[in-house]
């Protein structure tokens, strides 16, 4: 049996990881190109009207709206949506807090939905299950570049009239049947934060197919100023609130070039992502993620589990022993579902305030408790999360299969 390396045996890893540079000279032609544009603003210059040209091409949706971020994408795609004060929406508990800051800002109130822990993405009839007469939306979260079943999820909306805004920061070029998410919903929203698939720094995209859901979330993108139809947005009249998020030029300069590598970067991680659960799934107590057969993922990162009693170790001996190897992993997502950050079990969204549960239009009992999502906390005990990478090599995910058979055959052993 070899030693492992949390006991002073040798690290599985031996290599350095494998590196590569993100910008390059595309990058720089199309910020040197904007500059010499003399303006900055995504209206009168080409890049961001470029950039959301190039994207909505790709995925064959009619319309892209740039905002300035992931998180703005969503709230846009929220408020076209309409969401307001008084409704529910459903969201995924086991996210980032761009998924739900929409919402709240839009002083309507997060509802989750269970996670199937095969998957880790909601499912049709978790989000049925949560649905009252106050839905008015559904955020599905494509989570780590895998993706949710969007036939029974649009046919589970269309049932009870709710709005579907498919959350696919982390799944650029994810297939769903064959089909980009993104496309399924209503809206798309998508990240171009530096920690996603591609990157400007920060920004992000709103697909859709319907021309008013357009014209609503640019309005919206843009303080509700409808530059398409007034000469002087001061001229036009403004019925309701929406914020500033518009993208500028320097940011759609280096979206349109990183949009031209996204392609490359999704099917080199999923490539490397089949060899890592290829690699391992055969181990006792080692759970893969379940990608359907008919589903593509574009492993944001990368995410399995740990059946304690099958695997003879907890999940946080498993880590550990991984980490000494060499593998840098960590423990499920974060150390909390969503509903039990202090804002939502305190009811404190906004300081001060109960607002928006206390919200005389909503009156609704929202709960937020763990007793409602058993699948997201048995992945948050469960799952150990790799950032997995394009520029990893062969013999980086080699090494690390290497490292996880080494620690099972050892708890194997010790059984
Ligand atoms: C990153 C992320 C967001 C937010 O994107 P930002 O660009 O950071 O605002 C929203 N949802 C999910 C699932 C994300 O991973």
Redesign the pocket.
């Known amino acids: 049996m070899e030693q492992l390396a949390i006991f002073g045996g040798e690290k599985a890893k031996t290599t350095p990881w494998g590196t590569g540079k993100r910008f390059g000279d595309e990058e720089l032609q199309q910020l040197k190109e904007a500059l010499e544009q003399n303006t900055l603003f995504y209206f009168r210059g080409t890049k961001v009207n470029a950039m959301c040209d190039k994207f909505k091409k790709m995925y064959g949706a009619n319309y892209c709206v740039a905002t300035s971020?992931?998180?703005?994408a969503?709230h846009v795609a929220l408020g076209a949506a309409g969401v307001t004060e008084g409704d529910e929406v459903i969201v995924a508990p086991m996210?980032?807090m761009?998924?739900m800051i929409g919402i709240l800002f839009q002083n309507a109130i997060p509802v989750f939905a269970d996670l199937d822990p095969r998957t880790y993405i909601m499912t049709a009839e978790s989000i049925e299950k949560v649905i009252t007469d106050k839905t008015k939306a559904v955020v599905v979260?494509h989570?780590a570049g895998n993706c949710a079943e969007m036939d029974e999820i649009m046919e589970v909306a269309r049932k009870y009239n709710i709005k579907v805004i498919e959350?696919c920061?982390?799944a650029y070029e994810t297939f769903y049947k064959g089909k980009r998410v993104g496309t399924f919903g209503d809206f798309g929203c998508f990240?171009?934060?530096d920690?996603?698939h591609i990157s400007a720094g920060?920004?992000?995209m709103v697909l859709t197919n319907d021309e008013q859901n357009f014209y609503t979330a640019a309005k919206f993108a843009d303080k509700n100023y409808d530059r398409w139809n007034s000469r002087n947005v001061h001229d036009g009249q403004i019925d309701f609130i929406a914020p500033n998020y518009r993208m500028n030029e320097l940011t759609g300069a280096v979206g349109l070039a990183q949009i031209d590598r996204v392609e490359w970067i999704c099917s080199r991680r999923n490539e490397l992502g089949e060899r890592l659960s290829a690699g391992i799934r055969d181990l006792p107590g080692v759970l893969i993620p379940e990608i359907k057969p008919h589903n593509k993922s574009s492993y944001w990162f990368y995410m399995f589990r740990i059946d304690e009693a099958a695997a003879g170790v907890s999940r946080n001996d498993f880590a550990d022993a991984l980490v000494a190897e060499g593998i840098p992993v960590g423990r499920g997502y974060g150390l909390f579902c969503a509903y039990d950050y202090n804002f939502f079990r305190n009811r404190s969204a906004y300081q001060g305030t109960h607002a928006p549960f206390d919200s005389k239009y909503y009156g609704g009992n929202v709960t937020y408790s763990k007793e409602n999502c058993p699948g997201a906390e048995l992945i948050l005990k469960s799952a150990i999360s790799f950032n997995i990478n394009e520029f990893h090599t062969e013999q980086d995910i080699d090494e690390m299969i290497a490292a996880i058979r080494k620690v099972s055959a050892y708890y194997q052993s010790k059984k």
Do not use: E, H, R, Y
């Open positions: 971020s992931g998180t703005a969503i996210t980032d761009g998924s979260v989570l959350d920061a982390q990240s171009l934060n920690f996603k920060d920004g992000g």
